[in-house]
């Protein structure tokens, strides 16, 4: 059977944006320039599943902006937020003042309109460039998307440049919501050994897990025994968790459905996003936006912690400093396999199944 190339199309989506989606044999990624360069879906082709979470409130039409009057920028976020995965800097979490600028939630990249060019097309591969130059910062984001044939991965690099005459502290991580019909009750998230710490507030009554708790991936002291957070609770019951995962061996995971016999994965340089984020969102949150009707989780490669804003990262020592005129640069895979877990995988876009045939 020969093999399917890699393609592209450039289109209007949903609500009036400009969609790019690139396709080979195994997946299709739409992307959303005009929305934060948004991965907006990312679907597994031998399974017809896309695996990205979507909003009930869904996308509102161009043209609305990125403020809502009285909302503030979290709550003007929210409304924006159409599920998919964003990359998030140089806030993560609450709005914060930084330098006299007002930073907003979870940062001006996942808003802003990127400019975008195909830098790269063949039957064989596919490379997109995204630009974006921030407003209140000055900060220079580039990011690529490649695919290639026969590779059931998406390949990321991404590159931030310091345009300051001054250092500048920042917060930079990525914001994969996965939602149903992948997300369901008994799906396993793997990792490397690693330590979790609850944060330190409570967001929902439906947490199962006092705030500030600590304990070894994946047995957690909860308010009612142990809870096992590598499997998720039956749909049935409501859930809501938020904390952090840190001293990881090693910069990867792999999220995978036994029922539907496949999964997705990340793989991260761990010297550059030391920190994960864990967020789930199981019908556990009411009043606005959730009204306990939103089932979603999000496992996030971080540069800091916690995710409260960048004020508050840099209190904790972790927000990294980048210097006047210098950049950083990581490469990142989300990667699809087949089976019910992985034992790791790497950033060239490959995943070592949990047995080899």
């Known amino acids: 059977m020969p093999r399917i190339a890699c393609s592209l199309r450039e289109y ?24 934060g360069a948004d991965i ?16 009930p409130w869904g996308l509102k039409k161009t043209g609305t902006g990125i403020v809502s009057h009285g909302a503030g920028t979290e709550g003007a976020w929210l409304e924006h937020y159409e599920g998919g995965w964003q990359l998030i800097f140089p806030n993560g979490g609450d709005e914060c003042r930084y330098k006299g600028a007002l930073l907003n939630f979870h940062g001006e990249a996942s ?25 209140r910062s000055p900060f220079l984001v580039r990011r690529t998307i490649t695919i290639e044939r026969s590779l059931p991965a998406l390949l990321l690099h991404e590159t931030v440049e310091n345009r ?7 917060m930079w991580g990525h914001h994969p919501g996965f ?14 050994p690693c330590l979790f710490t609850a944060h330190d507030a409570e967001i929902s009554s439906f947490s199962r897990i006092a705030p500030s708790t600590k304990g070894s991936w994946p047995q957690i002291a ?14 049935s019951e409501r859930v809501t968790e938020f904390g952090y995962l840190t001293e990881l061996e090693e910069g990867w995971y792999g999220l995978s459905n036994p029922s539907l016999g496949f999964g997705i994965g990340m793989a991260w340089p ?8 864990f967020w789930q969102e ?21 540069n800091s912690i916690p995710g409260c804003g960048l004020e508050r990262a840099i209190a904790n020592g972790t927000a990294p400093v980048l210097a006047a005129g210098a950049k950083v640069q990581a490469s990142l895979a989300a990667v699809f396999f087949e089976g019910s877990g992985v034992r790791s995988i790497s950033t060239d876009g490959h995943a070592e199944p949990l047995c080899k045939t």
Request: proline letters at 8%.
């Open 40 to 55: 907006y879906s990312l679907v597994y082709k031998p399974r017809h599943t896309d695996v990205l979470w979507k909003s």
């Open 164 to 170: 300051a005459e001054e250092d500048l502290h920042y």
């Open 270 to 277: 761990k010297e550059i996003f030391p920190y994960l984020w």
């Open 111 to 135: 808003v802003l309109p990127w400019d975008y060019q195909v830098v790269r097309r063949s039957s064989r591969a596919l490379t997109v460039e995204f630009t974006v130059q921030l407003h």
């Open 222 to 235: 909860g308010k009612q025994g142990s809870i096992d957070l590598s499997v998720l609770p039956p749909t």
């Open 282 to 302: 199981l019908r556990g949150s009411f009043g606005y936006p959730w009204y306990g009707r939103c089932y979603v989780m999000a496992v996030e490669p971080f």
């Open 179 to 192: 939602g149903a019909p992948f997300l369901e009750g008994g799906c396993r998230l793997q990792l490397p």
């Open 12 to 35: 209007h989506a949903d609500r009036g944006y400009r969609a790019l989606t690139l396709e080979n044999e195994f997946l299709s990624v739409t992307l959303l320039p005009e929305k």
